[in-house]
């Protein structure tokens, strides 16, 4: 299947500073890309959709000045958490579009844990 | 828009019995159904998924029902084995946007 990378896999950092994560297809190109955020032991909550090469559509409720995504190439999305608090300590997953059997199927990075202190 | 509901949210059996868990969707538009499995701390990973064009899929011992009148799907694992613990969402999409509305999640725990 398709592989879909993550970096970092965990960051810590002080609160008010802010940190990057990558996500990248590696043997697909991924015209289009997810952001999710999940709590322990919930779903996975929809953050935005990122599309290569245009804007990211933020779901409702979700401070796009805050977690600023771009997606510069057709394997490279990233999610940056701009001025971090405590309170976005989470595990964000992203994944990827890859052309499936009868349509596109959705792969998954390995996930970031961030922990602001 | 898209809700899913996922039931049982807890699911406890002994190695080798069969394991069912029942997903509703409430968007009739919505046509790609997949499964994932999430292991503690890892990403979730595709095991099946169904379209809404065939009403079951099998894949050893995992298969995927599909009710469209009823707007429900079921995952069903036979003799199940420790190793298949683990938090298994469903989710639910339209071809066009392929933005999944994902269940709760269940939490099943195979004895051994």
């Known amino acids: 299947g398709a592989v879909v990378s993550q970096h970092p896999s965990w960051v810590i950092c002080k609160s008010g500073t802010s940190v990057k994560i990558e996500c990248r297809s590696l043997?697909?190109?991924?015209?289009?890309m997810f952001w999710y955020r999940q709590f322990p032991k919930q779903s996975l909550m929809l953050m935005a959709t990122?599309?290569?090469?245009?804007?990211?559509?933020?779901e409702q409720g979700v401070e796009k000045d805050k977690f600023l995504i771009n997606h510069a190439s057709l394997t490279l999305s990233t999610l940056t958490v701009t001025s971090a608090h405590p309170e976005d300590s989470s595990f964000y997953i992203c994944?990827?579009?890859?052309?499936?059997?009868?349509?596109?199927?959705?792969?998954f990075g390995p996930g970031t844990r961030l922990t602001v202190t | 828009g898209e809700n899913v509901e996922q039931h049982p949210s807890t699911l406890s059996v002994q190695e080798g019995d069969s394991a069912v868990i029942k997903c509703t969707y409430s968007?009739?538009?919505?046509?790609?159904f997949p499964w994932y499995k999430q292991e503690l701390g890892k990403r979730p990973q595709l095991i099946i998924d169904?379209?809404?064009?065939?009403g079951e899929k099998k894949d050893q011992r995992i298969a995927v029902t599909l009710n469209k009148t009823a707007k429900h799907f079921s995952l069903h694992i036979t003799e199940t084995q420790p190793e298949d613990s683990a938090v298994y969402f469903c989710a639910a999409s339209k071809g066009g946007s392929y933005i999944p509305t994902f269940g709760r999640g269940t939490s099943l725990i195979v004895h051994p």
């Open positions: 169904i379209r809404s064009n065939v």
């Open positions: 994944s990827a579009l890859s052309p499936g059997q009868g349509g596109y199927e959705q792969y």
């Open positions: 043997d697909f190109q991924a015209t289009t």
């Open positions: 990122s599309n290569e090469g245009s804007k990211a559509t933020y």
């Open positions: 968007d009739s538009a919505s046509n790609y």
